[in-house]
């Protein structure tokens, strides 16, 4: 139950609701006759404003808990996708792309990692990558039925139909479903045959996180793959226009995007119980460059649907190794502030994404000079990745790692 409520928030909130606005920025543009560098900015002001809020709704979870969280921004991100119906030019724009991010991918998508981690503890790792499975199935049909919706009612009208389908799911879905979850939950001891990274049982505070190596190991990991997977995402539907696709046909292409975010949970999850999740990160960062290289010289046919799949599989990778790598190097008693922070350096570099590939793309006049220069970002992440020194191990001391 725990897993369906969660995984639900996550895909109506989080990746789903990042692609799924893909399939509205023609129409801005269209009808509110701006370009699309303008359309990126707006994005990049409105998520910048979206995730200062990330650490602060990070400590709420952790004093008043999940249930009460999700129910609350669940409310919120139900009014700020009403209000999205009434954009009319850039500053409401911006206004409307805080209150998704904020509320959206941002607090809703963070409080659907805590509740897993709380929820689960001897085979988290498994659970998380049953609800990456779940998400990713999920994330599917989102980006396809806005655009069955808009087609039928218009855009304007589809942010209603959205805000309506968060009203009557994630809202009540969280009251009912997580009445019974404990606020935090602490890490067990190491069982026998279990392989995932265990160290003291000593629960780390934000600020004793934040002081380690590990952590920003991870945020950069985390910040490439935001930013980049992103930027993909939102311009995708012109993206693969200039590679010879039309505009259905690109946003079909997120189902295999799915596909490989399904096939992460699948087996992913029950790797990582086996044999840790020491490579995670730096697996992450390799899909991702790949991704970059099919993007560079994507066509239609075969190599268009596995770069969705490959783009697919690094940003679920990602998020299974920050789902179970926070609770296992730092327990549960403050995982909502610290993985706040990280979600926060997710929403922070998912806003620059797209802006970034826009400026950059009109700079050489093609995405794929762009898109090349792009992936230096991961390829740095990657090298952070290997290097074992940023890694908590099992025979570390409550005593953290400090940065430099």
């Given at each position: 139950m725990?897993?369906?409520?969660?995984?639900?928030?996550?895909?109506?909130?989080?990746?789903g609701?990042?692609?799924?606005?893909?399939?509205?920025i023609?129409?801005?543009?269209?009808?509110?006759?701006?370009?699309?560098?303008?359309?990126?900015?707006?994005?990049l002001?409105?998520?910048?404003?979206?995730?200062?809020?990330?650490?602060?709704?990070?400590r709420?979870?952790d004093?008043?808990?999940?249930?009460?969280?999700?129910?609350?921004?669940?409310?919120?991100?139900?009014?700020?996708?009403?209000?999205m119906?009434?954009?009319?030019?850039?500053?409401?724009?911006?206004?409307?792309?805080?209150?998704?991010?904020?509320?959206?991918?941002?607090?809703?998508?963070?409080?659907?990692?805590?509740t897993?981690?709380?929820?689960?503890?001897?085979?988290?790792a498994f659970a998380?990558?049953?609800?990456?499975?779940?998400?990713?199935?999920?994330?599917?049909?989102?980006?396809?039925?806005?655009?069955?919706?808009?087609?039928?009612?218009?855009?304007?009208?589809?942010?209603?139909?959205?805000?309506?389908v968060?009203?009557?799911?994630?809202?009540?879905?969280?009251?009912?479903?997580?009445?019974q979850?404990?606020?935090?939950?602490?890490?067990?001891p190491?069982?026998?045959?279990?392989a995932?990274?265990?160290?003291?049982?000593?629960?780390?505070?934000?600020?004793?996180?934040?002081?380690?190596?590990?952590?920003?190991?991870?945020?950069?990991?985390?910040?490439?793959?935001?930013m980049?997977?992103?930027?993909?995402?939102?311009?995708?539907?012109?993206?693969?226009?200039?590679?010879?696709?039309?505009?259905?046909?690109?946003?079909?292409?997120?189902?295999?995007?799915?596909?490989?975010?399904?096939?992460?949970?699948?087996?992913?999850?029950?790797?990582?119980?086996?044999?840790?999740?020491?490579?995670?990160?730096?697996?992450?960062?390799?899909?991702?460059?790949?991704?970059?290289?099919?993007?560079?010289?994507?066509?239609?046919?075969?190599?268009?649907?596995?770069?969705?799949?490959?783009?697919?599989?690094?940003?679920?990778?990602?998020?299974?190794?920050?789902?179970?790598?926070?609770?296992?190097w730092?327990?549960?008693?403050?995982?909502?502030?610290i993985?706040?922070?990280?979600?926060?350096?997710?929403?922070?570099?998912?806003?620059?994404?797209?802006?970034?590939?826009?400026?950059?793309?009109?700079?050489?006049?093609?995405?794929?000079?762009?898109?090349?220069?792009?992936?230096?970002?991961?390829?740095?992440?990657?090298?952070?990745?290997?290097d074992?020194?940023?890694?908590?191990?099992?025979?570390?001391?409550?005593?953290?790692d400090?940065?430099?």
């Amino acid at each position: 139950m725990v897993l369906g409520v969660a995984a639900l928030s996550a895909v109506l909130t989080g990746p789903g609701q990042t692609i799924g606005v893909s399939v509205f920025i023609d129409h801005f543009i269209e009808d509110l006759e701006i370009t699309r560098p303008v359309v990126s900015f707006t994005y990049l002001i409105g998520t910048l404003c979206g995730g200062f809020a990330m650490p602060f709704v990070g400590r709420f979870i952790d004093q008043r808990g999940v249930r009460l969280a999700q129910v609350l921004i669940g409310v919120a991100f139900t009014l700020a996708l009403i209000n999205m119906s009434f954009v009319g030019g850039v500053v409401t724009l911006a206004i409307g792309f805080a209150g998704i991010r904020m509320f959206g991918q941002g607090a809703l998508s963070l409080t659907a990692g805590v509740t897993v981690s709380l929820a689960f503890s001897k085979r988290r790792a498994f659970a998380l990558g049953m609800f990456a499975t779940a998400t990713g199935m999920l994330m599917a049909t989102v980006p396809l039925g806005l655009d069955l919706v808009i087609e039928a009612v218009g855009w304007r009208s589809a942010w209603r139909v959205a805000a309506l389908v968060i009203a009557l799911t994630v809202v009540p879905l969280g009251w009912f479903g997580l009445a019974q979850l404990p606020r935090r939950k602490a890490t067990p001891p190491a069982v026998a045959g279990d392989a995932v990274e265990t160290i003291d049982p000593h629960h780390a505070t934000r600020s004793e996180a934040l002081r380690t190596r590990s952590f920003w190991m991870l945020a950069t990991a985390v910040g490439s793959s935001s930013m980049l997977a992103t930027a993909l995402n939102f311009h995708q539907v012109d993206l693969l226009g200039e590679a010879g696709l039309e505009a259905q046909e690109a946003a079909a292409l997120f189902l295999p995007q799915a596909v490989g975010a399904v096939a992460v949970g699948l087996i992913g999850g029950s790797f990582s119980q086996r044999y840790g999740t020491r490579w995670l990160p730096a697996a992450a960062m390799g899909l991702l460059i790949t991704a970059h290289l099919l993007a560079a010289t994507v066509a239609p046919g075969l190599i268009v649907v596995l770069y969705a799949v490959v783009l697919g599989a690094g940003g679920g990778t990602v998020r299974l190794a920050s789902s179970v790598m926070l609770p296992h190097w730092f327990g549960t008693a403050h995982l909502g502030s610290i993985q706040g922070v990280m979600t926060f350096v997710g929403v922070i570099t998912s806003a620059l994404g797209p802006f970034a590939l826009a400026i950059v793309r009109d700079g050489f006049e093609a995405y794929q000079p762009a898109i090349l220069l792009l992936m230096m970002l991961p390829v740095v992440a990657l090298v952070l990745a290997i290097d074992p020194r940023n890694h908590r191990g099992r025979n570390q001391s409550a005593v953290f790692d400090a940065v430099g």
